[in-house]
């Protein structure tokens, strides 16, 4: 199985940026699926971005599309989540998930059923 960790969280003023970094070890990063999920006190589990394991396909969720974009590096074995223009709604603990039923052509997934192996977190604060 693969172990994910995830970093790059933190206290950020409303319009600031951060960019969250998932690292992979374990089995083949590209054989995987990967997104973000993010979850914040009392709410669901809400699915925020995904990536093929090619790279080429992506799904951003309805609340951070344009402002928030998802890459991967296979060379790295690290997904990462730029996110820009921050609102205090954005408040939550974000986590790093991998998809391990997707072939290389797949588009992501955008549930959280769909993925197999999670981190343990990080948990990002947006200040108004």
């Known amino acids: 199985q693969v172990q994910l960790v995830e970093s790059g969280g933190g206290l950020v003023q409303a319009g600031g940026s951060l960019r969250l970094s998932c690292a992979a070890s374990?089995?083949?990063?590209?054989?995987?699926?990967m997104g973000w999920f993010r979850q914040a006190p009392g709410n669901e589990r809400e699915f925020v971005a995904a990536?093929?394991?090619?790279?080429?396909?992506?799904n951003h969720g309805d609340a951070v599309k344009g402002r928030f974009t998802i890459s991967r590096d296979n060379t790295k074995n690290t997904v990462y989540l730029q996110m820009n223009s921050l609102k205090p709604e954005d408040t939550a603990v974000y986590y790093c998930?991998?998809?391990?039923?997707?072939?290389?052509?797949?588009?992501?997934?955008?549930?959280?059923?769909?993925?197999?192996?999670w981190g343990q977190g990080t948990q990002v604060t947006v200040s108004s």
């Open positions: 998930a991998a998809d391990e039923n997707r072939s290389w052509w797949d588009v992501p997934g955008i549930g959280s059923y769909e993925y197999d192996y």
């Open positions: 374990g089995r083949t990063f590209s054989n995987y699926a």
């Open positions: 990536i093929s394991r090619h790279g080429g396909a992506r």
